[in-house]
């Protein structure tokens, strides 16, 4: 296929599983690779040259599976809600690609999607979705916002549910969320507040935390990992550990070792947005 614009900023070419994949590459030499598939980050490698997000060698490419890793968009809800597919529409359809472009050393490019017959007997909704990508030097930002473009008001909730790639799990924590309430799916849903410093990964950790910090550190032996959020109120911290990584068909079975989910998301207090009424919000990746 041939690059969408002049300046070869971007170029689209079949991907995995034959579905349609942009490379972005900015002046400075950082890079990243978008599926339109779900509008999924699968590939992040900053201009200091070393990927940064998990993608599951195991990962089913089709046109009706979620691909595993990077960053997949949640919306419009977080976790299963019947009818919907776990997670929500947007990761399982086909976006549109908008266009790319320069930005001072950097580059970004746009996606959008909006409602379709299918989508709306699961979800009646009227929306248009649009999805910007942006990587500058050691830094990606990934914006989400959400139009009702329709008659009625709807609520939806939405995360980007990151995949960052770690090397050496049982030395990795999450700082910053101290004092912070969570939900712990991992111990049937009891609540309880965060209360050492660090979240370790010695076993399953499946925690939505509730009105969580702007700024959050992903702490390893050698880096760290600065996760930023706006609009965002809540996080997600996720790792399946090995009993549950095992049941997982599209991870390998020590996959669970190789990254750590963190997780902006709107999740506690569902957004309602009246007709024509926009929401936005942003996870910004330094390294």
């Known amino acids: 296929m041939s690059p969408p614009n002049s300046d070869s900023l971007s170029t689209i070419t079949p991907g995995a599983g034959d579905l349609p994949k942009l ?8 890079q990243a690779e978008i599926y339109l598939h779900g509008a999924h980050v699968t590939s992040w490698i900053p201009a200091s040259g070393q990927e940064r997000l998990f993608l599951s060698r195991a990962s089913q490419f089709r046109a009706d599976a979620p691909i595993r890793g990077g960053i997949p968009v949640v919306f419009p809800q977080f976790g299963m809600l019947v009818p919907l597919p776990l997670h929500g529409l947007a990761r399982l359809m086909l976006w549109e690609f908008v266009e790319a472009k320069k930005a001072g050393t950097g580059a970004s490019a746009t996606f959008r999607l909006h409602d379709t017959e299918e989508s709306r007997r699961l979800w009646t909704n009227a929306f248009l979705a649009e999805l910007t990508l942006a990587i500058d030097g050691n830094q990606l930002a990934v914006t989400l916002a959400i139009l009702n473009t329709g008659t009625d008001s709807f609520t939806f909730t939405a995360a980007f549910h990151t995949y960052l790639a770690v090397t050496d799990l049982a030395a990795t924590v999450v700082e910053k969320l101290a004092g912070v309430r ?9 609540e309880s507040h965060q209360i050492s410093p660090q979240v ?21 032996p050698d880096r760290t990992t600065h ?31 190789r990254f750590v989910c963190v997780e902006a998301g709107v999740i506690g207090t569902p957004v309602s947005l009246a007709p ?12």
């Open 227 to 257: 996760i930023r959020s706006e609009g965002f109120p809540d996080t997600v911290v996720w790792n399946p550990a090995a009993a549950k990584c095992a049941t997982m068909s599209d991870l390998a079975l020590n996959d669970y070792q």
């Open 276 to 287: 024509g009424a926009r929401w936005q919000g942003v996870q910004t990746l330094l390294v």
């Open 200 to 220: 370790g990964f010695a076993g399953e950790v499946n925690r939505i935390y509730f009105d969580a910090p702007t700024e959050l550190r992903l702490v390893e």
């Open 23 to 30: 490379t972005l590459m900015a002046p400075d030499g950082a």
């Open 182 to 190: 969570y939900r712990d799916a991992a111990a049937d849903g009891i």
